[in-house]
């Protein structure tokens, strides 16, 4: 015997019902993956911002598709359908103005402050897009006979969703359009379609309608007026570039919440950094005064170090390895790039482009690349120093910018990395930051031939800055008990302890 139909079997169009699940799906991947360029100038691109976007998210998805059953239980979907993807849409469309506007309250970066930032700006759209796919499952079992069939197809549609949204987010709509645009499309396109569905099925809701329309002009018109920090955005960096009021000349390059760098656009031997003189007294030391050098950099952002070493090393050749094509854009308008013959800039990951280096080939090697407050993990390990060593002539040196705070877990791992590669290891700071008391940024230096302690001492004492040089049975007691960074155990972003404000 059949079983009678029930109240609800009217199924959509199967079509249209995968499409829905398909398409919903996707939008809250396609906004995972935009939540890291919203939040990035306000707490920086981390291991903790993709744990927190990614856990909120999921949590949305939970929530969502939980309660969107029940409802589909309790009320007639034909009802529900349209609103939820219209109020999706609208909460897309939010998720803008409450990232700019509550921001700047979570810079402290601590994990309890980046998940509130985050649920605040993305849950309430991801639990309601999610809920529309038990909504449609409701409305497509005509039959008990078919839920295994209907549950199937639109699961595999769903999922199929999710990965094309990340796909075409990640490898298209990062690159070709900035954040604001795109979220502000998707808001709209969702409302649109809500819009439209509620028409259809639920047929005599002009105020309803006219009330989303209006809605959803209201809130994207709210969140492209949101100012940006941003002054050009890429597919890893919010990048903006300020004059030093107190040196006209001078620019500042800000990369999400960080000084990246600073270029005297009229003196390229001006080091304005409070790290960057110590790394020019390791350079001091490569090779006789005066004669070339063959230099690497990993990491570009102002090019101040390679403007610097052509300035005063005339001759010298300087290949950087920078990640990001609108940096080093940037830093042809705005910063003075030029490069020639003896600056040139390969654009892809440093690691990948290190292996690409002839053997012996290199005099020096800067590493000077940030991923927010860390240098990449894959830049610290033993392996990526074994690379870097392969590429030292044998009296090459290796000089390297971090940045921690006490108890200077992340300093202390890779000081105890290098010591492990490199036969000579040096640290430079200052004293209270060596002792853990203060944070801030550390140089390391590493060779296989002894370094020149005394001339790098005897510059720093030139300048008064105060720094110490830290060295032999020093370095040791500085590292000891330190963990060794390799390619299976790296984790950086945790040893890595963020200072006050940051």
């Known amino acids: ?55 909120v998210v999921l949590a949305g998805i939970s929530v969502g598709t939980w309660a969107g059953g029940r409802l589909a239980d309790v009320r007639d979907p034909r009802r529900t359908l349209g609103p939820l993807v219209a109020a999706g849409g609208l909460l897309a469309l939010a998720a803008l103005p409450v990232v700019r506007s509550l921001g700047t309250f979570a810079v402290d970066g601590s994990p ?42 639109l699961s595999a549609l769903g999922t199929a969703g999710a990965i094309f949204g990340t796909f075409a987010t990640g490898f298209v709509l990062v690159s070709a359009l900035p954040t604001t645009p795109t979220v502000v499309a998707l ?14 099925l639920r047929r005599g809701s002009a105020g309803w309608l ?23 955005e890429s597919a890893y960096f919010c990048a903006r570039v300020e004059q030093d009021r107190t040196r006209p000349s001078a620019r500042i390059l800000l990369l999400d919440t960080l000084w990246h760098a600073y270029v005297d656009l009229e003196d390229p031997s001006y080091l304005g950094l409070e790290y960057t003189p110590l790394v020019a007294d390791v350079v001091a030391t490569v090779r006789p005064p005066g004669v070339p050098i063959d230099a690497l950099h990993v990491g570009g952002g102002g090019f101040t170090l390679p403007r610097y070493l052509a300035a005063t090393r005339p ?18 308008e705005r910063l003075g790039l030029r490069p020639g013959p003896g600056l040139e800039v390969r654009i892809g990951d440093a690691r990948v482009g290190l292996h690409t280096q002839p053997p012996r080939s290199r005099d020096l090697v800067i590493g000077d690349a940030y991923g927010s407050l ?43 990395t290098l010591a492990r590669v490199f036969k000579h290891t040096a640290l430079l700071a200052p004293p209270k930051r060596v002792a853990g008391v203060e944070g801030g940024n550390f140089v390391l230096a590493a060779s296989n031939r002894p370094l020149d302690l005394r001339a790098i001492r005897r510059r720093i004492d030139k300048r008064g800055d105060g720094e110490i040089v830290v060295a032999g049975s020093n370095y040791a007691s500085f590292s000891a008990g330190a963990p060794e960074l390799t390619d299976e155990y790296a984790p950086v972003d945790q040893l890595l302890t963020r200072g006050p404000g940051i």
């Open 210 to 232: 006219l009330a989303a329309a209006v809605g959803g002009l209201a809130i994207s018109g709210l969140g492209a007026a949101a100012p940006s920090p941003c002054q050009t």
């Open 315 to 332: 001759g010298s050749r300087s290949l950087v390895l920078e990640l990001d094509p609108e940096v080093v854009r940037l830093a042809r």
């Open 187 to 200: 808001g709209l396109a969702l409302v649109a379609l809500g819009v439209g569905l509620t028409a259809t």
């Open 374 to 416: 860390a240098v990449p993990w894959h830049l610290t390990t033993r392996e990526y120093l074994e690379e870097i060593e392969r590429t030292l002539r044998p009296e090459g040196v290796y000089v390297l910018n971090l940045l921690d705070y006490p108890p200077l877990g992340f300093v202390r791992a890779e000081a105890a």
């Open 112 to 153: 309890p402050a980046l998940v509130l930032l985050t649920a605040l700006s993305f849950f309430p759209a991801a639990a309601v897009l999610s809920a529309v796919a038990p909504t449609v499952v409701k409305l497509q079992l005509a039959s008990l006979k078919e839920t295994g069939r209907v549950v199937g197809r």
């Open 1 to 55: 015997m059949a079983e009678p139909p029930t109240p609800l079997a009217r199924p959509l169009h199967a079509a249209l019902a995968g499409a829905l699940v398909f398409v919903t799906s996707g939008a809250v991947l396609v906004l995972e993956i935009l939540a890291t360029r919203l939040l990035a100038p306000y707490v920086g691109l981390s291991l903790e911002t993709y744990t927190a976007i990614i856990g």
